[in-house]
């Protein structure tokens, strides 16, 4: 399940080290996905640009598309013309020409998917928010995020001076922060 909020409540939504998030999945037996609205902006925004590079669809096309729950070229290229016709309001020929287009833009992204390394990372620092890391509250993390450090990518690409620097971090709990996000990283692999 995704859950979309609003970017000043995101460390809150997920909750210290991923506690609330983590009860939440427990309670309803759902993998929850948190995002901010404005990652999912981003994210709709671009989808809907990939809609556009198929035929017969422009802002309108796309938009339906996304509506009606599509996410990606490979879930066009997968649909039955005539019921994407049906979506669309289009003839059949017309979605058939859609689909025909997407299964070649669909294959164009897995023959460049071949091309790149496939190594399965268990951890993902780029995308885990700062405050899944040990010794992160929720004003820290509020803190952390407003100066730019959202990621534990970013806080492990950081140095103990810039840490440091920020109000209320002193250098003993920056060095402590990088630490964290080294064990979290590590712990997340294991």
Request: avoid cysteine; glycine fraction near 8%.
């Amino acid at each position: 399940m995704e859950v979309v909020v609003a970017d000043d409540q995101l460390s809150l939504a997920i909750g210290k080290k991923g506690q609330n998030v983590r009860l939440a999945s427990k309670l309803t037996g759902w993998k929850i996905d948190i995002k901010s609205e404005s990652r999912m902006e981003k994210i709709s925004g671009e989808i809907l640009e990939k809609f556009k590079d198929l035929p017969h669809i422009g802002d309108v096309g796309s938009r339906i598309l996304y509506n009606e729950g599509f996410r990606s070229i490979n879930e066009v290229a997968d649909v039955d013309p005539e019921e994407l016709a049906k979506v669309l309001g289009l003839e059949k020929e017309k979605a058939g020409e859609i689909v025909e287009r997407a299964a070649q833009l669909s294959q164009k992204e897995e023959e460049a998917k071949v091309g790149q390394e496939t190594v399965p990372m268990a951890v993902d620092p780029a995308s885990d928010l700062v405050a899944q890391i040990e010794g992160v509250g929720e004003k820290t993390a509020q803190l952390l995020e407003e100066n730019g450090f959202k990621t534990v990518h970013d806080i492990l690409e950081t140095n103990v001076d810039r840490l440091s620097s920020l109000p209320g971090i002193g250098i003993k709990k920056a060095e402590k922060l990088i630490e964290s996000a080294k064990h979290y990283v590590e712990g997340k692999k294991a």
